[in-house]
């Protein structure tokens, strides 16, 4: 099953199927860490849901909402 990196609850664990987006942001994921066959793993997520807090390549990152929306996931059912 696919979905959106910003649709996960705190918890929830997947690995990266794509990343989209424009140049910068798309570029700045990538340097973050958050390339294709990554595991990430939703750690916390703010009050009003924007920053969120996932553990990739054994770090935490702290990523808003926009950013998460441009990573896909492939999630088991």
Do not use: H, N, Q, W
Not at 58 to 76: P, Q
Request: with cysteine; proline share 4%; charged share 35%.
């Amino acid at each position: 099953m696919e979905k959106k990196l910003s649709e996960f609850t705190v918890g929830d664990e997947g690995t990266v199927k794509s990343v989209s987006g424009e140049g910068r942001i798309r570029r700045r994921l990538f340097d973050m860490g958050i390339t294709p066959d990554a595991k990430i793993v939703m750690r916390k997520l703010a009050p009003l849901g924007d920053p969120m807090e996932v553990t990739v390549r054994g770090y935490e990152l702290t990523l808003r909402k926009t950013e998460a929306d441009c990573v896909i996931m492939t999630v088991a059912d």
